[in-house]
């Protein structure tokens, strides 16, 4: 089993490496490929690593986590975001939720709270990947039944069976160009 992949972001050593070691992560089915001590540094590790999640601290200097989710938003759609702070402030939980943040988590963190988090984000991480894979299959089972569909069409059409108002549908539903 593949683990997905964290990055952890907080200006605070200690903090950063309290999580890091506190967390069985492995159990929780993640990994944690690296950590920054703000946005910035962050900005360029997700680029190399390309984690599937980030867990940020809001308040850091020269790039605040709010500021680093926008970022990673925008840049990095998939890319699932945790945020942690220790200031219970409505703005900022305002502004994760403009930004998709998947979970909003007040300091100071536990062990048990952080597992749980991560195993209801593991619980979604799999879901999308399964239905990503049911849609690739159903894509290919069309392709391959695409020539079937287009012979029955011309029969049905020939036979005078389709409706005209239905007819631009099927054309371009089963791939057909009549010019």
């Known amino acids: 089993m593949d683990l997905y992949r964290i990055i ?9 490496k309290s999580i890091i070691r506190k967390i069985d992560w492995q159990s929780v089915g993640f990994t944690v490929v690296g950590d920054a001590e703000n946005g910035e540094d962050a900005l360029e ?3 190399n690593l390309e984690p ?7 308040r850091m200097p020269y790039m605040d986590g709010l500021e680093l989710c926008g970022q990673i938003r925008e840049k990095y759609p998939a890319t699932k ?7 219970d402030d409505f703005e900022y939980a305002k502004e994760a939720v403009h930004l998709e943040i998947e ?16 195993e209801d984000l593991k619980k ?8 990503k894979k049911s849609a690739e299959l159903l ?3 069309y392709k391959d039944s695409l020539p079937l569909l287009q012979a029955n069409f011309y029969s049905t059409l020939i036979e005078g069976r389709v ?3 239905e007819l631009t549908k099927y054309l371009t539903n089963y791939q057909i160009d009549f010019t």
């Not at 972001?9 to 903090?15: A, I, L, S, Y």
């Not at 599937?52 to 809001?58: E, H, K, Q, Y």
């Not at 975001?81 to 200031?87: A, D, I």
Request: net charge negative; hydrophobic share 40%.
């Open 163 to 165: 409706p005209e108002e």
């Open 124 to 131: 979604k991480l799999d879901q999308e990947i399964n239905e």
């Open 8 to 16: 952890l972001v907080d200006d605070e050593e200690e903090v950063r």
């Open 139 to 141: 894509k290919k089972y």
């Open 81 to 87: 975001l945790v945020l942690f702070t220790g200031f």
């Open 45 to 47: 590790k997700i680029e």
């Open 52 to 58: 599937d999640v980030v867990l940020t601290d809001i």
């Open 103 to 118: 979970e909003y988590v007040l300091k100071p963190l536990n062990a048990a709270e952080i597992t749980k988090v991560f």
